[in-house]
C-alpha cells in the first residue's frame, strides 16, 4: 500500500477561506467535536518495516456512511507510524473523540449539547477573512440560575412609547446601607467643628489618660506627685475667688466652632440689671449638657454682650476638681463646685461691692436623674421637687431666672427605660452610690452619621426667661418657698407656650414636670 499524501489527509477544507472557495458553510469547533470517527486499525509492509495505518471514516452527525462517502468521494487513511517488527511492542492506539452513549447528549464546557446545532450562535463580530464568530450558546440551567438573582430592572419610558432598560444603580446598595459614611469633601469648617466637639467630649478620658502616661516615665515623678497631693486638697472649685478664670481662654475662637457645629444660639426674654446677682436654672440636663457649655462657660454665643457687667459661673460635680489635669481645664474655663459652700461664696463674695453684686451662677437643676429622660423630640423636667435652689436664693438674695434650652435633649439617642427596667434599676443604685449616673447613649461619629458617641448637628437654642425677684431670708419660710418654686415653673412653662412653635417644632409630647 502506498503511503498517504497531504490530499488523501485532507478530503475537506478546514480554513474559513478553503471552505468558502467551495461553497462549504463555516465548520466550527462544537460541529467537529460531534462528529462520529469511523477508525479502523490495518497494518502494512513501507519500505521493509512494518507500519500501523488506521483509517478514519468521518460520518457527520445523524448521516449514514453512504452519505459521508458521497460528500468526501473517497475513505481518508490516518497514518501512525510504529518502529519495530510484528513481535516488537505497537505504539499504543490514539484515544479519539467519540460521541458519548446514552440519549445522545454531549457535554461541551461542562455544559449539555443537544444533537442538533441549534445551540450555536453567530455574533455580530467578523474577523479578518470576513468570518463571524461563532460561540455556544449557555444552557437553560445557566439562564435559570441568571433569572434567579436578576431583579425586575427599571424601565425609561418616553412619550412616544418608546423605552429603555436600565441596568443596576451603581452605589444603590451603600445608600440602603445601616451606615450613612461622611463623605471625603467635607469643607474645613465642619472638620474643625467636628475636631473642637470631639476635643470636649473627650476631654476627661484624654486628661486623664495623660496623667497616668506621664506617671509611668520616672522623670516626672518628682512633679506629679507634689502636684497630686495639692488637688487633693486644693479648694478652688469651692473657695468663691474665681482667681483661675482666664477671659482669654473662654473667648478663643474654637468655641466659636464648637457653639456652630450643632449650632446653638442664646436668646433674652429681658435684660438683666448688674445691681443684682442671680441663679440661672438651666433646663433640661440632657446628656452632656452641650448647650450650658457653650451658652455660660464660653464667651462664643455673646453672653457679656447679652448681660453687660454680670459674671455668671457654670456649676458642675465637686468630683471633677479632683481629676488631675481637667480639675484645671475647668478652673481656666471659670466653672465651680456645685456644692452649697462653693454656690453660698460665689454669691456672696466679688462682685462689684464684695459681696455679691453683678455674680450669677448657672445650676443644671435635673441633674443626673433627668438625663435618664433625655429623649429626643421630648422634654421632661424633674422639677417638682427640687427645691433646693429656690433655698439658696433665699438664703443669698439672688433673683431667680429659669432658661430652657430647646434641643438639648435632640442631640443624642440612649436606651430607653421603659423597655429595660433592669437596666434602669441598676442605673439608679448607681447614681445612690455614687452621686451621678451613666446613660446607655449613642448618636453619630466623625466619619459616619449613625453610631458612636458624637452628639448630633441638631439646633440648640437657649432661651433665658424674665427673673423671678427674691427676698432674702435667713431661715426660708415654706409658704414663701412654694411660691418662689411655683413662680419658677410658671415662667419656665410660659417660655415653653411661647416658643414651642419655633424652635420644638419636630416635638413629639408637649412639657412635662416630674417628680
Not at 449539547?113 to 455580530?124: F, G, I, T
Request: glycine fraction near 8%; proline fraction near 7%; charged fraction near 25%.
Amino acid at each position: 500500500m502506498a503511503p498517504s499524501t497531504d490530499e488523501d489527509l485532507n478530503p475537506e477544507p478546514s480554513q474559513p477561506a478553503d471552505r468558502k472557495e467551495n461553497h462549504l458553510p463555516p465548520k466550527s469547533y462544537a460541529a467537529a467535536t460531534e462528529e462520529n470517527l469511523d477508525v479502523q486499525i490495518q497494518k502494512a509492509t513501507v519500505n521493509g518495516e512494518v507500519r500501523t495505518v488506521t483509517y478514519t471514516s468521518i460520518q457527520p452527525n445523524g448521516q449514514g456512511s453512504d452519505d459521508a462517502s458521497r460528500s468526501s468521494g473517497r475513505t481518508t487513511p490516518t497514518q501512525y507510524v510504529g518502529s519495530g517488527k510484528d513481535d516488537a511492542p505497537r505504539s499504543p492506539t490514539p484515544k479519539l473523540h467519540r460521541k458519548p452513549k446514552g440519549n445522545g447528549t454531549a457535554r461541551t464546557n461542562g455544559y449539555r449539547k443537544e444533537e442538533q446545532q441549534s445551540d450555536l450562535v453567530e455574533e455580530k463580530y467578523k474577523d479578518k477573512d470576513g468570518e463571524s464568530l461563532t460561540s455556544i450558546r449557555p444552557a437553560t440551567d445557566y439562564e435559570t440560575a441568571l433569572m434567579q438573582t436578576e431583579k425586575e430592572l427599571p424601565v425609561v419610558k418616553k412619550a412616544d412609547n418608546q423605552a429603555l432598560v436600565s441596568g443596576r444603580q451603581a452605589g444603590a446598595g451603600w445608600e440602603r446601607s445601616g451606615v450613612r459614611f461622611a463623605p471625603m469633601n467635607v469643607p474645613l469648617k465642619r472638620r474643625l467643628q467636628t475636631l473642637v466637639v470631639l476635643m470636649h467630649t473627650l476631654c476627661v478620658a484624654s486628661l486623664l489618660g495623660l496623667f497616668f502616661l506621664l506617671c509611668s516615665i520616672p522623670l516626672f515623678w518628682p512633679i506629679l506627685f507634689p502636684y497630686t497631693i495639692y488637688i487633693l486638697f486644693s479648694r478652688a472649685g469651692t473657695s468663691g475667688n474665681l482667681s483661675h478664670r482666664s477671659d482669654f481662654i473662654r473667648r478663643l475662637p474654637i468655641w466659636s466652632l464648637f457653639a456652630s457645629y450643632f449650632p446653638a444660639r442664646l436668646h433674652r426674654s429681658a435684660p438683666l440689671p448688674p445691681t443684682r446677682k442671680y441663679i440661672f436654672g438651666y433646663h433640661p440636663h440632657g446628656i452632656i449638657s452641650h448647650g450650658a457649655f457653650a451658652a455660660f462657660a464660653t464667651e462664643a454665643l455673646g453672653f457679656a454682650q447679652l448681660f453687660p457687667g454680670i459674671t455668671n459661673t457654670l456649676l458642675t460635680l465637686d468630683s471633677n476638681f479632683r481629676i488631675p489635669f481637667y480639675r484645671d481645664y475647668a478652673l481656666r474655663m471659670g466653672l465651680g463646685s456645685v456644692s452649697r459652700h462653693s454656690c453660698e461664696n460665689l454669691l456672696s463674695r466679688g462682685g462689684a461691692n464684695g459681696e455679691g453684686m453683678g455674680r450669677a451662677i448657672t445650676i443644671v437643676v435635673g441633674g443626673a436623674r433627668e438625663s435618664l429622660d433625655a429623649r429626643p423630640h421630648s422634654l421632661r423636667l424633674v422639677l417638682r421637687r427640687r427645691k433646693g435652689f429656690v433655698k439658696l436664693a433665699m438664703r443669698t438674695g439672688a433673683d431667680l431666672v429659669p432658661v430652657l434650652s430647646f434641643g438639648e435633649n435632640n442631640l443624642y439617642d440612649q436606651v430607653q427605660a421603659d423597655a429595660h427596667p433592669a437596666i434602669y434599676k441598676i442605673q439608679m443604685a448607681v447614681k445612690r452610690t455614687l452621686g451621678f449616673t451613666i446613660p446607655l447613649f449613642h448618636a453619630r461619629g466623625v466619619f459616619n452619621y449613625d453610631y458612636g458617641m458624637m452628639p448630633y448637628r441638631r439646633p440648640l437654642n437657649v432661651v433665658v426667661g424674665r427673673p423671678i425677684k427674691v427676698v432674702r431670708h435667713e431661715k426660708p419660710d415654706e409658704k414663701y418657698l412654694d411660691q418662689l418654686h411655683a413662680e419658677y415653673v410658671r415662667e419656665l412653662e410660659r417660655i415653653w407656650h411661647e416658643w414651642k412653635d419655633v424652635f420644638a417644632t419636630d416635638r413629639t409630647e408637649e412639657l412635662q414636670i416630674l417628680e
